[in-house]
């Protein structure tokens, strides 16, 4: 048996992505490439393993950058 997806709402999405409107926090969704459902109303809806899919590539990326730049070994001549 498989287990049920957790779905978040707008209100939910609204807190964890700091975007008070529905136009903003779809802008969001978008621009971090998480899919999303709306309802009726056209409020946003997705689910808890979309976001942390969309927000673990992105940590994973930015924690295999470097902090400063490497100085490079001075010649010996």
Same mark, same amino acid.
Do not use: C, N, Q
């Given at each position: 048996m498989s287990a049920q997806p &957790?779905?978040?709402y707008y209100r939910e999405l609204f807190s964890i992505f700091k975007a008070y409107t529905t136009p903003k926090l779809m802008k969001v969704?978008? @621009?971090q490439g998480i899919k999303y459902f709306t309802d009726?109303?056209?409020k946003p809806? $997705? $689910?808890r393993v979309?976001?942390?899919g969309a927000l673990g590539s992105e940590s994973i990326? @930015?924690?295999t950058e470097? &902090?400063?730049p490497? &100085?490079?070994a001075r010649s010996l001549s």
């Open positions: &957790e779905y978040l969704l978008d @621009s009726a109303k056209g809806f $997705t $689910t979309a976001i942390e990326v @930015s924690s470097p &902090e400063s490497v &100085e490079s």
